[in-house]
């Protein structure tokens, strides 16, 4: 192994012989100050309740709720973003807006305890909110009415920004939801409050476990109408990123994270504003199911998957991880 045509053969392994050589030349970090812990409250409950799919993770009550976040904040967690459970659903979501609704009285909470510290953000939809699940409000068909759920996103926005929101995330793929939000946020005073947006969000069994965490299964059908095809070409996440900058979005987000890292460089390549990924229920709890199982090595593949979705070109990542990560680690 000396010459490969008359020159002398390059030796890669050469920064990879020592712990020392390679943490020097790491180009990949993950830094806690980039994470956002994804956190579930729910209304009337008096103890956290525990997520059967999601082992390690919690319906919490508006006051353990609050521990956690100070946890996470006082780890170095960069933000944290709520999803409410509320006691009672309704064609409309009614819950989602309502100023005492559990997210508004938990962002009030969480603003009063570490708004200074952190960025507090609200998952801004409806299927937590709707007693059939679906992501908007329904035609007679049973279809999602696109524009007609504007309105309702508009009017969520506004709650969440009055409850103490530095930011709002609308996770529900509507045409021109980005546009609405900004109209309403600017028209109600708020022209500070920042939009995260779930720009490509793709229809994923991976949601999976999320949504017996936060009781948002659609009671028919799917959402396979609004969220997008796994099987179409990067090039249209790529159009729903440029769309949502174009409308006025602050962050634009990447959903799935580790079956889309092709979608997140591209992403990444295409805009000028930061870009977050979301590392899903199903991808947290397929890794702790073989961990639990003996399978893998717990820590070793948690910090390879989140290093892997940095490498890909996330700015920020959205992970259940976050506080176990920001407090213990370890470098891949
Ligand atoms: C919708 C929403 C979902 C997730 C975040 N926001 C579920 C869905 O679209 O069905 C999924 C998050 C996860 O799986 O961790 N409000």
């Known amino acids: 192994m000396t010459e490969v045509g008359g020159f002398p053969a390059l030796r890669l392994r050469r920064l990879r012989r020592t712990p020392a050589l390679r943490r020097l030349s790491a180009q990949v970090r993950v830094d806690p100050s980039n994470l956002v812990l994804p956190m579930f409250v729910k209304e009337g409950i008096d103890?956290?309740?525990?997520?059967?799919?999601?082992?390690?993770?919690?319906?919490?009550?508006?006051?353990?709720?609050r521990k956690a976040a100070v946890e996470a904040v006082q780890a170095g967690v960069g933000g944290l973003i709520l999803f409410g459970i509320p006691a009672q659903k309704d064609a409309r979501g009614s819950a989602s807006d309502a100023p005492d609704g559990i997210v508004q009285l938990a962002l009030q909470d969480l603003a009063a305890e570490v708004g200074e510290q952190t960025v507090l953000m609200a998952d801004l939809c409806l299927d937590e909110y709707t007693d059939h699940g679906h992501c908007g409000l329904l035609t007679d068909s049973g279809d999602v009415d696109n524009?007609?759920?504007?309105?309702?996103?508009?009017?969520?926005?506004?709650?969440?920004?009055?409850?103490?929101?530095h930011m709002v995330g609308p996770s529900g793929m509507m045409d021109g939801q980005v546009l609405a939000i900004r109209a309403a946020l600017d028209g109600a005073g708020y022209p500070d409050v920042a939009i995260i947006a779930y720009s490509a969000k793709f229809a994923s069994a991976f949601y999976g476990p999320f949504r017996d965490a936060a009781e948002c299964a659609p009671q028919f059908g799917d959402r396979a109408a609004y969220q997008q095809d796994v099987a179409r070409?990067?090039?249209?996440?790529?159009?729903?990123?440029?769309?949502?900058?174009?409308?006025?979005?602050?962050?634009?987000?990447?959903?799935?994270?580790?079956?889309?890292?092709?979608?997140?460089?591209?992403?990444?390549?295409?805009?000028?504003?930061?870009?977050?990924?979301?590392?899903?229920?199903?991808e947290y709890s397929m890794l702790e199911a073989a961990a639990a199982n003996g399978w893998i090595d717990r820590?070793?593949?948690?910090?390879?998957?989140?290093?892997?979705?940095?490498?890909?070109?996330?700015?920020?990542?959205?992970?259940?991880w976050a506080t176990e990560l920001a407090t213990t680690l370890r470098r891949v």
């Open 47 to 65: 103890a956290p309740l525990p997520i059967a799919s999601m082992p390690g993770v919690v319906q919490h009550t508006r006051e353990s709720l």
């Open 147 to 165: 524009d007609a759920t504007l309105e309702r996103y508009a009017s969520i926005a506004v709650a969440q920004a009055r409850a103490g929101a």
């Open 233 to 282: 070409s990067v090039d249209e996440a790529v159009r729903e990123a440029l769309l949502d900058v174009a409308e006025g979005a602050d962050i634009v987000m990447v959903k799935p994270a580790v079956g889309y890292l092709d979608v997140v460089r591209r992403v990444r390549d295409a805009v000028d504003v930061p870009v977050a990924a979301y590392n899903v229920s199903g």
């Open 299 to 320: 820590d070793r593949a948690i910090a390879e998957m989140i290093t892997s979705i940095k490498r890909a070109g996330a700015d920020i990542v959205l992970t259940y």
